[in-house]
């Protein structure tokens, strides 16, 4: 088992004034060779923007995109003519593909959006550009790890051009989960702590600490108080 871990205190931080963003990875104004990616995955922001501020229009490329409200909710605009909200218990996907361009916004007047935006790199490029958005059953990662992205169009969740899964799951204290890994010859998973504290194959993970898993069958998760996880299982190469 080999394994990368990234304390909360540790991630790049942009304070734009509207925008207060952490950077599990480079990006943008913040550099760290050291800190480029793991494996497929190439961005986990995670954002809180004030009152009706966002992001103009933009241009993306040969990317997964995907947005996991946390509270609030974010307005989504793009030229394939989709003009959507998004809020706690959904999930957005956009296939960047040949090119796209959206704008993402705080629709609430009166307090801030927090959204995490992740980025995976695609298993082929110049696709089809493509946008989906679900709302998931919260009452489906009660102690249990809830599927919300796969590779496969038919499974639960979202789906994206890359032999990826995504779970969340939320823990009550003294509980414990196991994550079996689909393929674990060629895969690795990232563990990102939403809320509370964890130990994962006892590495003891507070809020917002992340820590990367790779050659592992399968991972052992106990909640050392009310937890919220989220493991993306991602290729490594």
């Keep these: 088992m080999n394994t990368v871990l990234h304390k909360s205190e540790t991630r790049g931080n942009a304070d734009h004034g509207w925008l207060n963003s952490k950077h599990t990875f480079s990006f943008a104004n913040y550099h760290n060779p050291e800190r480029m990616q793991f494996g497929m995955l190439r961005v986990l922001n995670d954002d809180t ?36 909200v998004i809020k706690a218990g959904d999930i957005q996907v956009m296939s960047a593909g040949t090119g796209v361009m959206h704008s993402e916004y705080n629709n609430n007047p009166d ?9 995976v790199f695609p298993d082929k490029k110049s696709v089809e550009p493509r946008y989906d958005q679900i709302t998931l059953n919260l009452k489906d990662r ?16 979202v789906w994206i051009h890359q032999n990826a899964w995504f779970h969340m799951g939320g823990i009550e204290k003294g509980k414990s989960l196991k994550y079996q890994l689909k393929d674990n010859e060629k895969n690795g998973v990232y563990a990102f702590i939403l809320k509370g504290d964890v130990a994962i194959n006892n590495q003891s993970l507070n809020n917002r600490d992340g820590m990367g898993i790779w050659d592992v069958k399968e991972l052992d998760i106990k909640a050392d108080s009310d937890a919220e996880i989220l493991l993306m299982e991602v290729p490594m190469a």
């Design 142 to 157: 009660k102690n249990k790890l809830q599927q919300v992205l796969s590779p496969n169009p038919d499974d639960e969740g």
């Design 111 to 119: 307090k801030p959006v927090k959204f995490l935006q992740i980025w």
């Design 49 to 84: 923007v004030s009152e009706s501020m966002g992001f103009g229009t933009h241009p993306h490329k040969d990317m997964e995109i995907i947005s996991i409200p946390l509270e609030g909710d974010l307005m989504h605009k793009d030229n394939m003519g989709n003009a959507t």
